[in-house]
């Protein structure tokens, strides 16, 4: 069936390092490919989503590219804040009403 | 507006008993899809409801109901707990069945089953 595969964490960077979340997917037909992130406390929140192949989502300095040569949506930033220390999730949607979501990969960030 | 909201925030039960969990959708939301989240991973779909109609499940038993009221307000039944059923329990509404992009997501319902 169709599945989401991250990157294990916790992911410890030092504030203003560059980050990557590994993300692949597996999937019958051509899904779009999303981030969510989940802060302490709060629920999921949509980060950035792609629809096609090459499309570059991008939201708040993450970015992803749906590689579909590669079943592959990395999650990237230039420089991370202690503020982004979260939960992030990738996830995938064939039918346009139901996302299928990966295990999640915990973030956290040092001063 | 409002956004999605859950209640209640925190649930215990035992094994065997039955238990209801509420979603209020966030304004002008027709559709309204329920996940479980076990602990450490991620969502997993159970169903969703859109206009008070059941549209598409997940693998989930059908111990597991729902309901959706004319508000677009929807209830998660589940009957005959396990253990296995203690997770977080998400609702999203989203403005059309088809828009996974534009889901809401509340901040769940923490259910344990002792």
């Known amino acids: 069936g169709d599945s989401v595969t991250q990157m294990e964490g916790p992911v410890t960077l030092s504030e203003e390092a560059f980050l990557t979340i590994n993300c692949t997917y597996t999937?019958?037909?051509?899904?779009?490919l999303f981030w969510y992130v989940q802060y302490p406390g709060e629920g999921l929140q949509l980060l950035l989503k792609a629809t096609k192949a090459d499309d570059k989502g991008s939201n708040k300095g993450f970015e992803a590219t749906y590689r579909k040569e590669t079943t592959s949506f990395h999650l990237e930033k230039g420089s991370v804040q202690v503020s982004d220390s979260a939960v992030y999730f990738c996830?995938?949607?064939?039918?346009?009403?139901?996302?299928?979501f990966g295990a999640g990969t915990i973030l956290r960030v040092k001063s | 507006e409002t956004g999605v909201t859950q209640s209640p925030t925190h649930l215990i039960k035992t094994r065997g008993q039955q238990v209801t969990l509420r979603c209020s959708s966030q304004s002008g939301h027709n559709t309204v899809s329920w996940y479980q989240q076990a602990l450490g991973q991620g969502p997993q779909f159970i169903f969703q409801?859109?206009?008070?109609?059941?549209?598409g499940r997940g693998n989930f038993p059908p111990r597991f109901s729902g309901l959706q009221f004319p508000n677009y307000s929807s209830e998660l039944n589940v009957n005959a707990l396990e253990l296995d059923d203690s997770a977080l329990y998400l609702c999203a509404s989203s403005l059309e069945s088809n828009r996974p992009d534009t889901q809401y997501f509340g901040p769940g319902t923490r259910l344990t089953v002792l």
């Open positions: 996830a995938l949607s064939l039918d346009g009403n139901k996302l299928v």
């Open positions: 409801y859109y206009r008070e109609e059941e549209n």
């Open positions: 999937a019958t037909g051509y899904p779009s």
